[in-house]
């Protein structure tokens, strides 16, 4: 029985910092990547980090030098490090299980935590 949780979302002011917590069962991590995607409103859902089943990680533009990806494969745990945070920030962040192929990501059905709000403040 495949379960994602995330967690570690809430207020915060621009310019502060958040982690994020994706705890993940009933799959093995190192058969896939693990990625955080995020939906604001009025926006489609994209995605932001991915990290490999080799730990490597994965950006992209806007995050790139605020926001790190990790993880804990011994509690089978990927963390999402914000720093910096900007009001653009504020989403819905939610991670899934992700295949990597042909230089994308691409989600698992049915891989998907239900999400954590996150809001920046000015």
């Known amino acids: 029985d495949v379960q994602i949780a995330e967690s570690g979302g809430g207020l915060v002011e621009a310019g502060g910092s958040l982690q994020l917590s994706c705890a993940y069962s009933?799959?093995?991590?190192?058969?896939?990547?693990i990625s955080w995607y995020r939906q604001s409103p009025g926006k489609d859902q994209e995605l932001i980090a991915s990290?490999?089943?080799?730990?490597?990680?994965d950006y992209v533009d806007s995050v790139r030098d605020r926001f790190t990806i990790s993880q804990d494969n011994t509690r089978n745990i990927v963390f999402l490090h914000m720093n910096s945070l900007k009001e653009e920030d504020t989403a819905v962040y939610s991670c899934a299980a992700t295949e990597y192929y042909d230089g994308e990501y691409y989600p698992l059905a049915g891989y998907w935590g239900q999400g954590t709000q996150v809001t920046v403040s000015s």
């Open positions: 990290i490999s089943k080799e730990g490597i990680p």
């Open positions: 009933g799959f093995i991590h190192s058969y896939t990547s």
